[in-house]
T-cell receptor, first 115, second 114 residues
């Protein structure tokens, strides 16, 4: 069990550019979540996969955001035409099971800075 | 709307003193409740969770939390603070439904003075 990993850990980009982040969940975990954390706030839910199916998207996830989880393994989060307001820490979490009480294990996050 | 409220964005204690971090949830139906800790530039690590099995929940690093339905609270305590406890602490709730996502409080930054 190597834990949840995320790549890259840091990303600096210019406004208007596209960025893509990757999350590798704990092996065999069927659920995968993306959260966004801004300075001084708790993480906010973005989207959720059960296996390869994207089951829920927050209203925070504008049309510029897209997430995939092909084959129910790793996931990618893409932000198109980045804006300065997208600057945040993007956290990925995974869990095993179908019970909402299951523990979500978090990765180290990808810190995005949009100039 | 379902929410989690953490009273006090910053708490400062002396080493060896009691740590008390407050958390209240908003629903009349008790959700699943979690406390996570976040060290600088790191992800979140689970301290403990409440899933209705017991009202007093023991976690890692000497932390525990008590679920009180009458007060809709899930406060986190540690009898004796250690310098290594300095971090940000987040209370989170899963209110159920189809998505299973966590709703987080805004966090409480704990400082420990020598």
């Amino acid at each position: 069990d190597t834990g949840v990993s995320q790549d890259p850990r840091h990303k600096i980009t210019k406004r208007g550019q596209n960025v893509t982040f990757r999350c590798d969940p704990i092996s065999e975990h069927n659920r995968l979540y993306w959260y966004r954390q801004t300075l001084g706030q708790g993480p906010e839910f973005l989207t959720y996969f059960q296996n390869e199916a994207q089951l829920e998207k927050s209203r925070l996830l504008s049309d510029r955001f897209s997430a995939e989880r092909p084959k129910g393994s790793f996931s990618t989060l893409e932000i198109q035409r980045t804006e300065q307001g997208d600057s945040a820490m993007y956290l990925c979490a995974s869990s095993l099971g179908f019970n909402n009480g299951e523990t979500q294990y978090f990765g180290p996050g990808t810190r995005l800075l949009v100039l | 709307a379902q929410s989690v409220t953490q009273l006090g964005s910053h708490v400062s204690v002396s080493e060896g003193a009691l740590v008390l971090l407050r958390c209240n949830y908003s629903s009349s139906v008790p959700p699943y409740l979690f406390w996570y800790v976040q060290y600088p530039n790191q992800g979140l690590q689970l301290l403990l969770k409440y899933t209705s099995a017991a009202t007093l929940v023991k976690g890692i690093n000497g932390f525990e939390a008590e679920f009180k339905k009458s007060e809709t609270s899930f406060h986190l305590t540690k009898p004796s603070a250690h310098m290594s406890d300095a971090a940000e602490y987040f209370c989170a709730a899963n209110y159920g439904g189809s998505q299973g996502n966590l709703i987080f409080g805004k966090g409480t930054k704990l400082s420990v003075k020598p």
